[in-house]
């Protein structure tokens, strides 16, 4: 623009300042990258390390023998205190944890989203801001409560075992868990579902009605085929923060065999019983780093809406 | 007109002439109350009984189990006196310090190098698509990973320093993580690595929101980048500075998980958070009723910022 209204001496000037802020621009962007970058490269090339390697090497430098050793170690036999299993079973615990979490959570959300749209009664707005409100309470104003609860019920739960040979789950860790983060899920994913099938035309649903089609139909038919990207934004996002989550779960299962595993990998790093194997211990926070990590890669699109959404309403 | 007229009387029950169909077009009209109901129910409970009977616990002489008999405010007299209790520090003083230094600093860094990469960016940069989940990418890590992360990378025997050392600067020295005095720094750092990137892009989607006819208007009257940001474009984003605020005030207040894994708490306790107060005290420390208190006052401040926005934005919402 300036070329054509300055003279061509002016006009090169201008084209070398802005080669000269690209530059600074684009030096800046490189620099922060490297900043966001920096901690996991580091993790990663150390789980690839010997410990030789570690500690007489660079924290930076590339392994010079990459090995699977440690990853295969922090999979099958690292120690978290005095039992030495690896952080597989853990793993499986955060899976058998967050897979009905989210799927429970996100089916509530839908179907309440789709009644505080669509099937609006007097006090709608209170009852979703009174879920809303729910989202950002310090978990820490519910966790002893909680804890009591879960206790009673597990003495209940022992009773029964005791009495007719079947707990119904009651006082096991991991189906209180998955209770525990469907009832604090709750609020954001029916945020989600409100705001999405708020621009969903209401004129369909009425027109459904004429038909014939009754609450469920409508849901089953026209909301749930319709609603794939919402669907897709609250999966990730309650499966990022349920599989991330650590204060719930060192409440309610905060040792044995029981963990999650956001648990067991800081007892792991905590656990200093002989030499400290950082190698392992980088392996292992990358094994509790990669579902996350893959999921953000895979769907990155989505992770950052839900985030967007559970930030700005609307 | 006529499906309208049709809609209605489908409707409401009361139209319905057919007989034996009353009940189940009044359980049809019952039915999404009778579907949010368990959802409502247990927020009811879970989270508002819940809380009501934390307050109530933080009211009693609560030790290592919950007791019910109401003995007075004793426990927020308690957090009141450690409040003023500064040499040596109590760990309510530490805490709520803490919370001071890091939610300042977190939301005042994250803010401005949230703006600072979004504007950046916004500058028609070629590889946008790759810097940006780059920036990203720690949102979707746990605060134990950061954690376990920036410990290692922070350590002076193993992590920067001790890079540093080996490139040749042998006097430089970095010992934060283990300084009781500066350990909450390190939490700052932590917790900026992992947000600030997600602060980039709130700002950067509100900036792409800015109508592009303002910004070549202001141009032409030949403002200077620096004026146009300085005058209209940051002036326009200032829904996004608060959302921003309102997001980073209630991750700093939360935040717990990140001292843990990073500091295990710091020396002595000097990284708590009032978050890691409440979880020690409630716990470990067999001070239940000071625990609750704790978790009273987490709650009231966050009330205090959440509601009035919520207030708004559901107003807003609705007209």
Not at chain 1, 68 to 88: D, H, N, Q, R, Y
Request: with cysteine.
């Amino acid at each position: 623009m300036s070329a054509v209204t300055s003279p061509a001496r002016q006009a090169s000037g201008g084209i070398r300042a802005r080669t000269l802020n690209r530059i600074v621009i684009y030096g800046l962007l490189a620099l922060f990258a490297l900043f966001y970058l920096m901690p996991l490269f580091v993790m990663l090339v150390t789980s690839f390390k010997t410990m030789d390697e570690i500690q007489n090497g660079n924290m930076l430098a590339l392994p010079h023998a990459p090995t699977f050793a440690p990853w295969i170690k922090a999979w099958s036999e690292v120690c978290s205190g005095l039992t030495c299993v690896g952080m597989k079973g853990y793993f499986w615990n955060s899976i058998k944890m967050v897979v009905p979490a989210v799927v429970i959570s996100t089916l509530l959300g839908a179907l309440n989203g789709y009644v505080l749209t669509k099937w609006r009664f007097r006090g709608h707005t209170l009852v979703f801001a009174m879920m809303l409100f729910a989202c950002f309470i310090p978990f820490q104003s519910v966790l002893l409560p909680m804890a009591t609860i879960l206790g009673s019920l597990g003495r209940f739960g022992a009773t029964l075992r005791n009495a007719t040979g079947f707990s119904f789950g009651l006082g096991n860790s991991t189906v209180n868990l998955v209770f525990v983060h469907v009832v604090y899920g709750l609020g954001f994913t029916t945020l989600f579902f409100r705001n999405y099938y708020e621009a969903f035309p209401t004129e369909l649903i009425k027109a459904a009605q004429v038909d014939g089609a009754s609450f469920f139909q409508i849901f089953r038919r026209i909301m749930l085929p319709n609603s794939l990207p919402i669907i897709v934004v609250t999966v990730i996002y309650q499966f990022t923060n349920i599989w991330n989550d650590f204060l719930f779960a060192s409440a309610y299962a905060g040792s044995g065999d029981v963990m999650p595993m956001t648990v067991a990998l800081n007892n792991v790093v905590n656990t200093s019983t002989g030499v400290v194997e950082y190698n392992v211990n980088m392996a292992a926070a990358m094994i509790a780093a990669l579902p996350t990590l893959i999921v953000y890669v895979v769907a990155g699109r989505y992770f950052v809406r839900g985030l967007m959404a559970g930030a700005v309403k609307g | 007109m006529s499906t309208v007229a049709e809609t209605q009387i489908k409707l409401t029950p009361e139209h319905d002439a057919r007989p034996g169909s009353t009940v189940r077009s009044r359980l049809q009209d019952l039915l999404p109350k009778i579907v949010l109901a368990p959802s409502f129910a247990a927020t009811i409970v879970f989270v508002y009984g819940f809380i009501l009977w934390t307050i109530y616990l933080s009211f009693t002489n609560s030790k290592t189990f919950p007791s019910y008999a109401i003995t007075g405010p004793r426990a927020y007299q308690r957090l009141w006196r450690w409040t003023f209790e500064s040499d040596p520090p109590s760990s309510w003083y530490t805490s709520i310090t803490n919370m001071g230094i890091f939610g300042f600093l977190y939301i005042a860094i994250c803010l401005a190098l949230g703006l600072f990469l979004a504007i950046l960016l916004d500058q028609k940069i070629r590889g946008e698509g790759v810097l940006r989940p780059i920036y990203l990418y720690p949102m979707a890590l746990s605060f134990i990973v950061t954690g376990v992360a920036w410990k290692w990378f922070l350590d002076p025997g193993l992590g920067l320093e001790q890079t540093l050392h080996q490139w040749g600067w042998t006097s430089f020295h970095f010992d934060w993580i283990k300084n009781k005095d500066f350990v909450i720094y390190t939490v700052v750092i932590a917790g900026v690595w992992q947000a600030s990137g997600f602060i980039m892009a709130m700002f950067l989607a509100g900036l792409r929101g800015i109508d592009g006819e303002i910004m070549k208007a202001a141009q032409i009257d030949g403002a200077t980048t620096f004026q146009l940001y300085r005058r209209i474009v940051i002036p326009l984003l200032r829904p996004v500075f608060l959302s921003a605020f309102i997001v980073l005030a209630h991750l700093a207040i939360k935040s717990y998980d990140l001292v843990v894994a990073l500091t295990s708490g710091g020396p002595g306790g000097s990284a708590w958070l009032p978050s890691n107060f409440m979880y020690e005290f409630t716990f470990k420390r067999n001070e239940m009723a000071v625990g609750s208190a704790s978790a009273v006052i987490m709650l009231m401040t966050i009330t205090a910022i959440i509601v009035p926005y919520l207030y708004s934005e559901l107003r807003e919402k609705s007209r």
